[in-house]
Structures are given as structure tokens and as C-alpha cells.
């Protein structure tokens, strides 16, 4: 039964009366200020001023239960369901009570407790009873998480009405209370009178979401003895957002990344841009899976509950366009198609219910986007109140591409330091579970690996996405601690890993009679990746798989003798790791880096440098044409980067552009070249490194760190371009940039300042502290601080009179961080850190506290303290 039919029965003026019974006022002359109460003090069943037994308190639980169980007047359909059987009531009502007993053992000060979200004293009170759901089926259980959360939120709002809260807490609880309402008539409509056989589809459908998208394979791990994949709720590493340079070039101080539901939060139409690696499929999973549940975050709560997702990989109708709604489930291979009622997807989105995820405009041919395009903008047109979710690589589309159809655009932001080390963690630790006797040595390689990352410059500039991390960790461990030196040498070694070691090292036999060598493998799976890439295809017909590599066995002997195309079709699809069958009769790479990588491998193998020179101006061969050059002996790269700077007729001016921006890209990959082809392609690109917008400057980014030895000196250029320059170069996220950065951190002009203290995270903490951060003139400028070494360090140079949090602390992370107390003026809070604003009583001199309008409000701001909403 959906979650939030149980909720619009739990309207606030209906279980308020129930839960203040279980509460009682302190006595006259009781202080908040000058002696904290506690929790336990508070409970009406406890104590000297006991007022209410045992008995009394399963009594309210009941009535709590009958309220949940009870349709309101005038419900239809799914509606009149109840949440468990009529005879599992008195069981959830006992859990109940026994929980909310709890409240009489929570020995903590009020004051420390009202800090707390609803959601975290729901979780402290389960923790004092852990026993009270052992008994309940999964219903009973999701009920009686229902019900808790629903009576922590007014136990709170009792205690902010106790002397010592001041008007303004009062005020905000009751605003929560209010949201509280209008999320519940907004979830009602968004819940209309669905039919039976509507409400029974939606549940199976909801459930097969969140198993069918609930694992993520982290690279590597299954290399011994180990699932394939991993829990997406176990292994999912948050990911960062930014806001694309749109946004930026209205002015003002450009915002950190945050974490992704927060980006996401209070905004209904997203187009969210990433390298290949960077997590954007797997962040539409994580949505679909944690929608499907009803297990958000608190910040996507709201605009997601109840919804019905619907992730639409771009790859699986390319040829065609998007599917009409009816043909949704088809498209993507659910294997329950057939069983949904005529209409429903229309009536899902006529409704405005549903959540769209949209993966990978990219992949669809470059003649077929503007027809997506076309196509998205009709459908937000007829079916309004749903939340869309589109994602690219960043130069598969132009800027403000959706912009004027309401599409915000953010980025996924490249892992910071922090975000790399968390990912190494968690990494050995899934490893660690799945081979417990090899405890110590994991953690030996972990150590090492986070160390290696760190001080060596190639390691972190390969280390900035997920893909790339859980490349470096599965061949660090397969290597016993020697790692390769450059990208190219990184997916050779992969593929040798994967094709070479993968079975042997699960000590598995040939299960299919077929034994073939790494090199026959890599042969076979380059003919299809080169048959994708002359395709313009990311997947490709199970038969068409089958009839390339029938025309290409007899000339690989080893691999002829042992099967026909059909048992060496399956056997490279059941034993390389590389290849699998996203819906029936169909095939494509487990990820596109890889499809690319052996597509270069296949066109350069085959001389056909026309081919690639011929597609350069299309986005989707940049990185067949980066590897290609990495790959190419050094007269071919010589070729290939002459063919670039060419004049070439019938293409347009922007095209001859990129095509000489992507020569200079593809330069660093090129393991020789001749002294002169570099310095031409410097000569001809260096004139184009000097952008004139921030979203023109924050894209030069991609061509790599060779860009900074075209920007000119930043001393002579005006402080305008000297802003774009700093966007450039903070777009590099190499060390390297650091060198660069020093001459703009003495200017004055804010964006300036603000682009250069927004990049922190971007680089080694230390050394950008005392390069850059030291040398930035505070007057007017928040400095973000992102995490604990962040802050720390801030505190060593004594301070800043006005910080941004933009990452998640605890209280007392926050007041050993910010130091020396007497320094700070002015706080921006980024994030939402859950926790009330008393602490901020530590700073005398504190004036202003900045908040995004899209957080939720914050409670016990001190007097005194000025509240600004951007």
C-alpha cells in the first residue's frame, strides 16, 4: 500500500491530542537556559508526576493504529486498502507502544535533543527498543515506521514550546508543521482514484524497480570469489553537484558542489552533465531505487514521494526516438511489460506523478538531438507537475540546450580528495567483506593506494572519477601495489585483468569448452566496438553481434577451432566481463569507456586515421580519437593531429574550432611526437584559449593541463578576463593548475577572489592553503570548506570573517574547526547540517547567517544573529 495514502490519515490536528497525552509541562520556575531539562523528565508515564500508566500508553499506540488503518470519507480504489491484515493491528499498536516507552529512557538534555530532526529521534528511539518490530511482518513494520515518524515530529513541537524556546523556534516548528500539511495535500494529489487492477500494477512495479536497479558493479571486486555486483544502498558513493556556468555568468559568488539531492532539491526539471565515469547513470538508478522504495533523502522527500519512476536509457531507442509512454516499459526490456493496464503510463503522466530519468542524450546519434530535444519540450508541455531528470556528457549538447524549456543545468562536480579517499575506503571495505582472510593485506593496499593517490601527480589527475577510482583499486590489488603510469596503460592493464585473470583467479574451469588467450578475446571484442563505432551505436542486435563475428573468425585461427560465432558470442559474453545483454537479443559494453577504448584500438590497428579525422567535429568520438592518438606510433600521431588543424571543407566554423581544440587535447596523450607538430598545435590553438563567457572558459577544461601553457600571463590582462582565466585554470584539476593560479590571488576584484576560493577542494588541502587560500584578501569573501581538513587548516591562518559550510560537520566538528571564535562575522550555510543553531552562541562577533532558500529552515538561531535567505 502506497506510504503516503497512510500519512493523508495522519493529519496533524488528528494525532496531536494522542501524542501530547505522553508529555508533560516542566514545573514553575524551570529554566532551558540555567539548568536543561531532559527527555525523560518530560514523559507523562514516568516519575513523580506520573499521569498516565503503561496500559494508557498502549491505549493512545491503538488509537494511533486504528487512525492509520481507517479510509477517510469519501476515499475510492486503493484508498480503502489497509496497510496490514485486520489481525496484525494489535501487534503493530504493542510495537508502538513499546517504542514510544522508550521515550522515559533517553537520559539527554532537552536542549541538545531539539536540535534534532524528527527523522533522528525516530532513529534514537528505535535504538532504545530495538526488540519492539521483531515480531511484524513487512508491513507491519513499514506502518509502525509510518506511525513513529509521524509522533517524533509533534514530540518535537511540544518541546519547542517550552519556556527557554524563543518566538523564533516556535515559529519555525510550526512552519514545519505547515509543510507538513501542505506536503500531504500536495502527496494526495499527486495519489488520485486509481482502478485495482492500476494500484496492483503500480506496487509490482515499484517493487521489480528496486530490484532490478538496486546493484552497482564496482570495478574490480568481482575479480575473486565475489558477486558480481553490490547492494546500490551499500555501495552507492555520493556524488557532488555544481551549477553550470550559466547560472554563473549572471554574476555574484559561484557556488560549491554539494551533494546531489541537494541540487536536485526544489527544482522539477534538471539536465545534469558528466564525464564518461562520472556517476550519472548510477545517480538515476539511485533515484529510481530510493523513489520506488519511498526511501528518500529529506531533501528530494517531498518533491519525490509517491511518485513512479521511470529510467529511460537513451542508448536503448537511439534509432528511434523516445518511446510513447504506453511503449515506456517495452523500451527498456521490463520483463513485466505486458501486465500493465492499457493507459497507465498516460495516466501516470497526465497525473503528474511520475519521475522521468532520461540517460545519456549523448548516445543518441548527433542528428537525432535536436528531435529529442523537440520531443522533451512537447512532453513537459502536455503532461505538466512531473519531475524530469535528464543526463549527458558535456559536449554532446550546447549550453542552456534546455534552458528554454525550464531545464536548470548542473554538473557532476570531479571527486575532491576527500570524496577519492572515501571511495578507496569503501572499496577495500566491500572487498574485505567478500574475503575476510585477507583482512590485513586489504588494508595494506588500502593505505598504500590512499597515500600513492595522494603524493603522485599522474595517480590524482586519473583518480577524478568513479570509473577511473575503482580501475586504479581493482589493478592496485591485482598487482600487489604497482600501479600503471598513464591512462592508456591503465585500460590495457584492465582488459589483461579482466580477460587474463578473471576466471583463473576464481579458480573456474572452462564451463563452456572454450579456452581462448587474452589477445583472440581482445581481436573479437574490437570488431564489435568498431562496428558500433562506425554505427554511431552503443548497443548493437544480438544477431548483427553474432553475423560480425561469423565474417571475422577465419582469420583468427584460435578462436575458429573452438567454436562457431554463436558459441564464441556467448562465451565472451558470459566470461570477459565486458560485454552484457541489457535486454533481450541485445548486447552493448558494460561501459562506454571501454567500447571506446577498443574501438580506437580496432581503427588504429586498421590504419583508418581518415575515418576518425572524418567524425572529429562530432562529440562522440572525442575520446575514441584522445585513445587513438595514445595508441597510434608517433608518425601516425603526427598524421592524426595534421589532419586535425587542417582546413577541411563543408564544415562549419565552430566544428574547425573544436577540431583544433581536440588536437590540443589529444597532445598530452601522445607517449612521442615531434617537437614540431607540438609547437604548431600550440601556434594554432592559442589564440582560442582566450574565452568570453564563463560557460566558454569553464569548457576549455576538458582539453587537459596543456591548456595552461596557452593561457596568457594573467598580470597584463583586465580583471574581467582575468576572472575567466581563473575559471579555466580552476577547471584543471591537477596540481599543476596551482602554478598558474598564483598569479591571480593577489587581485582584488571579487569574482576573482571567489573563483579561486571556491576550487579548494579541487586540489591537494596544504599546498592550496598556502598558495592560494593565504594570499586571498577576505574583505567581502566567504570561504567554502567543504571538510574537516578544510576548516582545520583555515584555523591555522587564523581564520576567516566569513565561511561558507558547504559540507556535512557535526557540532562539535564546527566549533573545534572554526577558530580563533572572535574572528567570524558572517556563516553561509550550503548544506543542511540537521542540527539547531544554538552552537553559534560561541561567536561573539557573528552577525549574519546566509541560508539557500532551497534548505530547510534552521531552529535556535541566537538572538542578535541576522537570518538571510538567497
Not at 26 to 44: E, F, N, T
Not at 116 to 145: K, Q, V, W
Not at 247 to 270: F, M, Y
Request: include cysteine; hydrophobic fraction near 40%; glycine fraction near 8%.
Amino acid at each position: 500500500m502506497d506510504p503516503m495514502i497512510i500519512m493523508a490519515r495522519l493529519l496533524p490536528k488528528v494525532v496531536a491530542p494522542l501524542v501530547r497525552k505522553l508529555l508533560v509541562r516542566p514545573g514553575p520556575g524551570a529554566k532551558l537556559v540555567d539548568r536543561p531539562l531532559r527527555i525523560c523528565g518530560l514523559v507523562s508515564f514516568r516519575g513523580e508526576k506520573r499521569t498516565l500508566e503503561e496500559r494508557d500508553v498502549r491505549r493512545i499506540a491503538a488509537k494511533l493504529v486504528d487512525r492509520a488503518v481507517t479510509p477517510l470519507p469519501g476515499a475510492t480504489g486503493e484508498e480503502l486498502e489497509r496497510p496490514v491484515r485486520p489481525d496484525e493491528d494489535r501487534a503493530v499498536a504493542q510495537a508502538l507502544a513499546r517504542t514510544l516507552w522508550a521515550l522515559g529512557d533517553i537520559d539527554m538534555e532537552l536542549v541538545q535533543d531539539v536540535r534534532l530532526e524528527a527523522d533522528e529521534l525516530a532513529r534514537r528511539l528505535r535504538r532504545a527498543a530495538p526488540d519492539a518490530t521483531r515480531e511484524l511482518t513487512d508491513d507491519g513494520t513499514r506502518l509502525h515506521g509510518i506511525l513513529l515518524d509521524t509522533a517524533s515530529l509533534h514530540i518535537l513541537e511540544f518541546f519547542t514550546r517550552l519556556t527557554g524556546f524563543d518566538a523564533r523556534t516556535l515559529a519555525e516548528n510550526r512552519r514545519t508543521l505547515g509543510r507538513l500539511d501542505a506536503t500531504l495535500g500536495t502527496l494526495a494529489a499527486r495519489l488520485p482514484s486509481r482502478t485495482a487492477e492500476d494500484a496492483d500494477f503500480e506496487t509490482r512495479y515499484a517493487h521489480d524497480t528496486a530490484v532490478l536497479h538496486n546493484h552497482l558493479t564496482i570495478f574490480g571486486i568481482d575479480l575473486a570469489h565475489s558477486p558480481d555486483s553490490w547492494p546500490l544502498d551499500a555501495a552507492y558513493l555520493g556524488l557532488r553537484c555544481e551549477a553550470e556556468p550559466a547560472a554563473a555568468d549572471r554574476g555574484g559568488t559561484p557556488e560549491p558542489p554539494v551533494p546531489a539531492e541537494l541540487a536536485l532539491s526544489g527544482r522539477c526539471r534538471i539536465l545534469v552533465r558528466g564525464v564518461a565515469g562520472s556517476g550519472k547513470t548510477t545517480l538515476l538508478q539511485w533515484l529510481a531505487v530510493a523513489t520506488a522504495r519511498g526511501e528518500l533523502p529529506a531533501a528530494l522527500r517531498r518533491a519525490l514521494y509517491g511518485r513512479v519512476p521511470f529510467l529511460l536509457p537513451v542508448r536503448r531507442f537511439a534509432r528511434h526516438g523516445l518511446p510513447s509512454p504506453g511503449n515506456f516499459l517495452t523500451a527498456v526490456g521490463y520483463p513485466g511489460a505486458e501486465a500493465q493496464p492499457p493507459g497507465w503510463a498516460d495516466r501516470v503522466l497526465r497525473a503528474g506523478r511520475a519521475l522521468l530519468l532520461i540517460d545519456g542524450v549523448d548516445e543518441a546519434p548527433e542528428d537525432q538531438r535536436e528531435k529529442l530535444r523537440r520531443k522533451l519540450r512537447d512532453w513537459t508541455a502536455l503532461y505538466p507537475g512531473n519531475v524530469w531528470i535528464v543526463t549527458s556528457r558535456p559536449s554532446a549538447v550546447r549550453a542552456d540546450w534546455l534552458t528554454a524549456d525550464g531545464f536548470a543545468e548542473l554538473s557532476l562536480a570531479p571527486m575532491s580528495h576527500e570524496d577519492i579517499a572515501a571511495f578507496i575506503q569503501r572499496w577495500h571495505h566491500a572487498a574485505a567483506q567478500q574475503e575476510p582472510e585477507d583482512l590485513d593485506r586489504l588494508g595494506h593496499y588500502e593505505r598504500t593506494l590512499l597515500n600513492a593517490v595522494r603524493i603522485t601527480r599522474d595517480l590524482g589527475r586519473l583518480a577524478t572519477n568513479p570509473l577511473m577510482c575503482g580501475m586504479l583499486c581493482a589493478l592496485h590489488r591485482d598487482r600487489r601495489g604497482y600501479l600503471p603510469d598513464g591512462r592508456k596503460e591503465l585500460y590495457e592493464a584492465a582488459l589483461s585483468m579482466l580477460l587474463e585473470r578473471r576466471d583463473r583467479e576464481r579458480a573456474m574451469g572452462t564451463t563452456d569448452g572454450i579456452d581462448l588467450p587474452r589477445q583472440p578475446k581482445i581481436q573479437l571484442l574490437q570488431k564489435l566496438a568498431h562496428w558500433m563505432l562506425v554505427n554511431g551505436r552503443s548497443e548493437m542486435d544480438r544477431e548483427i553481434a553474432v553475423d560480425t563475428l561469423a565474417q571475422h573468425l577465419p582469420a583468427i585461427p584460435d578462436a575458429a577451432r573452438q567454436g562457431g560465432p554463436e558459441e564464441i558470442y556467448r562465451h565472451l559474453l558470459n566470461r570477459t566481463g565486458l560485454l552484457r545483454e541489457p535486454a533481450p537479443d541485445t548486447v552493448d559494453f558494460v561501459h562506454r569507456t571501454f567500447q571506446d577504448f577498443l574501438a580506437a584500438r580496432a581503427t588504429v590497428q586498421r590504419h583508418d586515421f581518415g575515418l576518425l579525422l572524418n567524425h572529429a567535429h562530432l562529440s562522440e568520438w572525442e575520446d575514441v580519437i584522445r585513445m587513438a592518438v595514445a595508441l597510434a606510433r608517433p608518425d601516425e600521431c603526427a598524421a592524426l593531429l595534421n589532419g586535425l588543424l587542417a582546413p577541411r571543407p563543408g564544415i562549419r566554423a565552430a566544428e574547425a574550432r573544436h577540431r583544433k581544440l581536440l588536437a590540443a587535447a589529444c597532445v598530452e596523450h601522445a607517449a612521442e611526437l615531434d617537437p614540431e607538430v607540438r609547437h604548431r598545435v600550440r601556434r594554432f590553438t592559442r589564440d582560442m584559449v582566450r574565452p568570453s563567457t564563463v560557460a566558454g572558459a569553464r569548457a576549455l577544461g576538458w582539453i587537459g593541463p596543456i591548456v595552461l601553457e596557452m593561457l596568457p600571463e594573467p598580470a597584463g590582462v583586465s580583471d574581467g578576463e582575468a576572472h575567466l582565466l581563473a575559471v579555466t585554470a580552476t577547471s584543471i584539476t591537477d596540481d599543476m593548475a596551482i602554478d598558474y593560479l598564483t598569479g591571480l590571488r593577489e587581485r582584488t576584484y571579487h569574482e576573482v577572489r571567489a573563483q579561486l576560493a571556491g576550487a579548494w577542494q579541487r586540489y591537494d588541502t596544504a599546498r592550496y592553503a598556502r598558495e592560494i587560500i593565504a594570499h586571498l584578501d577576505p574583505e567581502g569573501l566567504f570561504f567554502p570548506v567543504t571538510d574537516v581538513d578544510e576548516l582545520h587548516t583555515l584555523g591555522r591562518l587564523g581564520g576567516r570573517p566569513s565561511l561558507q559550510i558547504a559540507g556535512m560537520f557535526t557540532k562539535r566538528e564546527l566549533i573545534g574547526g572554526i577558530v580563533p571564535q572572535d574572528v567570524l562575522i558572517r556563516l553561509h550555510l550550503a548544506c543542511h547540517l540537521g542540527i539547531s543553531m544554538e552552537w553559534l552562541t560561541a561567536y561573539p562577533r557573528l552577525e549574519e547567517l546566509w541560508i539557500s532558500r532551497r534548505l530547510p529552515p534552521v531552529t535556535g538561531v541566537p538572538d542578535g544573529i541576522r537570518v538571510i535567505e538567497l
